[in-house]
């Protein structure tokens, strides 16, 4: 399998999230360690085009049980970036609802992942916009708003220090790094 991620920009990072389920049966036969053929290759360029490749397998992992695991502390970066990528599908979901004229459907989709997402400024701020836009029953914009939102979450390149800045600090950011909570308005 093959990901392709957006360019790169000076100060800023790119996102993979890599999730596997390796059942009880294969669990066993591993014994305490748990060898994965999963290896992750980079290629790139630099500014002036010399190449770069690099290649790496991720180690064993230790098998754990249920209670091992859930006593494992998150990361928080991590899990805020798999709450991006969670709200990218519920603006997907809400995209087909208002594309089928499923209002009520795409309402109570919007409704949902604004609780849901209530703790992640960024999202939360998006889905006021797309609940804003499903009480106006504009098709054609509300589509629009949700396929280019949750193509923003999905897919996005972000400051490397984002989460650490202020309101006034954010405005230091290129803009094409900047997190809107509405797709294509300008600033003031």
Not at 43 to 56: G, H, K, N, V, W
Not at 58 to 63: A, G, N, Q, T
Not at 164 to 169: S, T
């Amino acid at each position: 399998m093959t990901w392709m991620l957006p360019d790169l920009a000076f100060a800023s990072e790119a996102w993979a999230v890599l999730e596997f389920e390796i059942s009880a049966g294969e669990a066993a036969i591993a014994g305490d360690m748990l060898a994965t053929a999963i290896t992750v290759a980079i290629q790139a360029a630099t500014p002036d085009s010399a190449p770069i490749f690099l290649m790496a397998a991720l180690p064993p992992l230790p098998i754990v049980d249920a209670a091992q695991w859930n006593a494992m502390p998150s990361d928080e970066l991590v899990a805020r970036r798999v709450l991006e990528l969670d709200a990218a599908q519920v603006l997907e979901a809400v995209r087909v609802a208002i594309d089928a004229d499923d209002w009520p459907r795409a309402e109570q989709l919007a409704n949902a992942a604004l609780q849901r997402f209530a703790q992640h400024e960024w999202a939360a701020a998006i889905l006021a916009t797309m609940q804003r836009l499903i009480g106006a029953r504009d098709k054609r914009l509300s589509a629009k708003e949700a396929m280019y939102a949750s193509r923003s979450l999905n897919v996005r390149l972000s400051s490397a220090h984002e989460e650490n800045l202020g309101v006034e600090a954010a405005m230091s950011i290129p803009r094409f790094l900047r997190r809107k909570p509405e797709q294509g308005k300008g600033e003031s």
